[in-house]
């Protein structure tokens, strides 16, 4: 089970996004696990991934409480890989997140081979997770599936909004930054890159996909010209 199941969108709005985490358990083999989620991460950066994350300390780009009114124009917004892979520093959930399947397929084999001991989740649409598993030659052990929103529904935000809010498994994305940046982009005032970088920022587990982000705010800046 993994709160990436609340990723919102049809299965082909997915193509582009597949999270790979490594999770230790506790109790169990978590005692000497942080070298080994270390070594999952290194393991990421042969394969092209778009974003590392530790649950504990977030993503290859972050949030920052230095800041002051000229900080916008000047800050780097070059993902850091090896600073997520340096700061863990203890047990947590690691992901990598890939945009292709090819590029998850050919890391989910060298974690295969690795054999690190941990447990192995997959985030995707369920096809993608079986073309993972099938390229590994693994079968896949389980399936969690999302049921989506019920209730009072016309009360949530627009669609646009959800497939970039709920990029960040706690939530910390939220609606209304996100409404933000598809009204920057629509008006010109922000590209979808700039955007992109604003949003990934706040997720605090790491599994954002700027790439999927940058293709859902490019069609919202097309559908609007």
């Known amino acids: 089970m993994t709160n990436t199941l609340h990723r919102f969108g049809d299965a082909a709005s997915f193509h582009d996004d597949f999270v790979v985490f490594a999770i230790p358990s506790r109790g169990n083999n978590d005692a000497d696990s942080v070298p080994k989620l270390r070594q999952f991460l290194t393991m990421a950066l042969r394969f092209g991934p778009v974003n590392l994350g530790d649950a504990r300390h977030g993503g290859a780009l972050r949030s920052s409480q230095s800041m002051n009114p000229t900080s916008h124009w000047h800050?780097?917004?070059?993902p850091d890989f090896e600073a997520v892979i340096a700061?863990?520093?203890a047990p947590t959930t690691a992901a990598a997140v890939f945009d292709n399947r090819a590029a998850a397929e050919e890391f989910i084999k060298a974690v295969r081979t690795a054999d690190l001991g941990l447990s192995v989740n997959i985030s995707t649409s369920i096809d993608g997770a079986d073309e993972c598993c099938n390229a590994a030659g693994i079968c896949r052990h389980s399936v969690g599936y999302s049921l989506g929103f019920e209730g009072q529904t016309e009360h949530l935000p627009s669609r646009e909004v959800l497939y970039l809010a709920t990029m960040c498994g706690h939530g910390m994305v939220s609606a209304s930054l996100a409404n933000k940046m598809i009204d920057w982009v629509k008006e010109g005032r922000r590209t979808p890159d700039e955007a992109v970088t604003y949003l990934q920022r706040f997720c605090s587990c790491g599994v954002f996909?700027?790439?999927?982000?940058?293709r859902l705010l490019e069609q919202a800046r097309t559908r609007t010209k």
């Open 209 to 214: 996909n700027p790439a999927r982000a940058r």
């Open 75 to 78: 800050r780097d917004v070059q």
């Open 87 to 89: 700061g863990l520093d």
